[in-house]
T-cell receptor
Framework: SQTIHQWPATLVQPVGSPLSLECTVEGTSNPNLYWYRQAAGRGLQLLFYSVGIGQISSEVPQNLSASRPQDRQFILSSKKLLLSDSGFYLCAWSKPLRNRDEQFFGPGTRLTVL | QQPVQSPQAVILREGEDAVINCSSSKALYSVHWYRQKHGEAPVFLMILLKGGEQKGHDKISASFNEKKQQSSLYLTASQLSYSGTYFC????????????FGGGTRLMVKP
């Protein structure tokens, strides 16, 4: 069976500090991978989408970036965090080569920028 | 463009029914429905692809209207476990898996 992991689970960072959030998927190959952000009490905002290693689409221009160094690893980064970067960051995956399919979400990372 | 969900919040007694709507100003390629419990990850409920389509399992069902601009989620004889926030995710411009989610509908079921 497939599982998705995210770490850390919670993070408190000062404004201006760097960020690295990691997501890994087990039990499948070449998954589609996603990063979402959810502000408190709000909906999900798609940040990045990847169909393969090194292939990343950015939905929203901002101070965040994503990388996919390995098939089942997806990393969200920032060089300098802003207060507005606080939120619940969710990684998700869906089956490869499938369009309009169920997305499976990880447990999330709760980021607080002070 | 973000789809509009209504109502924003609803409180039910166990056994009551609820309808959650998701609307767009333009025709959509698909609509996905998810439920999120507080502090947890969203969980997939169902996806609708065709105008006029209706789907359901257990006592939760959904429809996609003929013009593909509105979807409704129907919760019948609600249970305490139905509590959570419901999100619709819409696909626009044939974008496949790249979804835009609505603001959510917070549902609370009381005994």
């Amino acid at each position: 069976s497939q599982t998705i992991h995210q770490w850390p689970a919670t993070l408190v960072q000062p404004v201006g500090s760097p960020l690295s959030l990691e997501c890994t998927v087990e039990g499948t190959s070449n998954p589609n991978l996603y990063w979402y952000r959810q502000a408190a009490g709000r909906g999900l905002q798609l940040l990045f989408y990847s169909v393969g290693i090194g292939q990343i689409s950015s939905e929203v221009p901002q101070n965040l970036s994503a990388s996919r160094p390995q098939d089942r690893q997806f990393i969200l980064s920032s060089k300098k965090l802003l207060l507005s970067d606080s939120g619940f960051y969710l990684c998700a995956w869906s089956k490869p080569l499938r369009n309009r399919d169920e997305q499976f979400f990880g447990p999330g990372t709760r980021l607080t920028v002070l | 463009q973000q789809p509009v969900q209504s109502p924003q919040a609803v409180i039910l007694r166990e056994g009551e029914d609820a309808v959650i709507n998701c609307s767009s100003s333009k025709a959509l390629y698909s609509v996905h429905w998810y439920r999120q419990k507080h502090g947890e990850a969203p969980v997939f409920l169902m996806i609708l692809l065709k105008g006029g389509e209706q789907k359901g399992h257990d006592k939760i069902s959904a429809s996609f209207n003929e013009k593909k601009q509105q979807s409704s989620l129907y919760l019948t004889a609600s249970q305490l476990s139905y509590s959570g926030t419901y999100f619709c995710g819409t696909e626009r411009n044939n974008a496949g898996n790249m979804l835009t989610f609505g603001g959510g509908t917070r549902l609370m079921v009381k005994p």
